[in-house]
């Protein structure tokens, strides 16, 4: 075989690699993305599962809350204070809050002896206790000559409370036109007509 016929033979040979170079190639690619695309959509999989898992369990969570909650109240109405409204707010975690007003004041003896007699109802204590100190707080505040609004918690092992003030009932219902100079709202007031204080819980 001459010198030419082995060039030849020899470009043969490597344009023959380089087309099972390249088929080898493309058939890994192949694989590859057939196992990123399974990969992906056992991950959308097991993100929705788990999605679901936790959604459950949130709800699962608000329904127990609600349940101690309900226990909890005919206590904190002994206490002096009354519920006005529920907000749920379903998320992970879910929220629950509670709007209270004040219906009587009892000495803090009275009211020591709810708690002691309540002492197993850990929520209940622990609204009533945060609910007295939210109240002492709002009475000593004064905002602009707003008038305390009633008490927002967030129910938790640790309530988280929001004083509100707003303006007064017998003021707000008198058209602002009427009222004498020394009884209308500062323009910011009249912008601002409730504000909520957070207090730690």
Do not use: C, W
Request: charged fraction near 25%.
């Amino acid at each position: 075989m001459g010198i030419l016929d082995k060039a030849k033979e020899a470009k043969s040979s490597a344009t023959a690699k380089a087309a099972e170079v390249r088929r080898d190639v493309a058939a890994k690619a192949g694989e590859l993305k057939e196992q990123a695309s399974a990969k992906a959509v056992a991950l959308k999989d097991s993100a929705t599962h788990m999605g679901g898992e936790l959604m459950e369990s949130a709800m699962a969570k608000v329904k127990d809350t609600v349940r101690d909650f309900n226990d909890a109240l005919p206590i904190v109405r002994k206490a002096g204070y009354m519920v006005e409204g529920i907000s749920i707010e379903l998320g992970i975690p879910p929220k629950i809050y509670a709007n209270f007003e004040t219906t009587h004041h009892l000495a803090e003896e009275a009211q020591q002896e709810i708690l002691e007699a309540h002492a197993e109802n850990k929520l209940a204590v622990a609204l009533v206790k945060s609910l007295s100190q939210a109240q002492k707080l709002q009475g000593t505040m004064t905002l602009g000559g707003l008038a305390p609004r009633g008490i927002t918690v967030e129910l938790g092992l640790i309530p988280n409370i929001v004083i509100k003030f707003g303006v007064p009932v017998a003021a707000a219902s008198i058209p602002v036109a009427s009222r004498s100079a020394s009884e209308r709202p500062a323009a910011a007031e009249r912008a601002l007509p409730e504000v909520n204080a957070v207090a730690p819980g």
